[in-house]
């Protein structure tokens, strides 16, 4: 059973930062495509950020590239989303994704795509 934690959610100002990890366990963390999506209230969940395997291939939603930088340490099994200049309408809570297929197999932004699932950490973005 894989299990994915995430933490390092929290309130910040506009223009600030956070970095979000995304703790794995239960199979090789190396074997896993990890992704990160949020969900804002009211919205669907959507696609922020997706590393492959080695950590060498990495995509990002147009709406935080320039601003957020994912990346893995698959020593630790950890994965991180490094968020820099929040903005308001970055508020949502983000959840951590995996998935054992290689990434150039998956429709990436696809919530689909994913077949394991953290339990989502806030993050609020005051202006």
């Known amino acids: 059973q894989v299990q994915l934690v995430e933490s390092g959610g929290g309130l910040v100002q506009a223009g600030g930062s956070l970095r979000l990890s995304c703790a794995a366990s239960g199979q090789p963390f190396s074997t896993f495509v990890m992704g990160w999506f949020r969900q804002a209230p009211g919205k669907e969940r959507e696609f922020v950020s997706t590393i492959s395997w080695s950590g060498t291939t990495t995509y990002y939603a147009d709406s935080v590239k320039g601003r957020f930088s994912i990346s893995r340490d698959n020593a630790k099994n950890t994965g991180y989303l490094q968020m820099n200049n929040l903005k308001p309408e970055d508020t949502a809570v983000y959840y951590c994704?995996?998935?054992?297929?290689?990434?150039?197999?998956?429709?990436?932004?696809?919530?689909?795509?994913?077949?394991?699932w953290g339990q989502g950490t806030q993050v609020t973005v005051s202006s």
């Open positions: 994704a995996a998935t054992d297929r290689p990434l150039n197999r998956i429709i990436y932004r696809s919530l689909g795509a994913y077949m394991h």
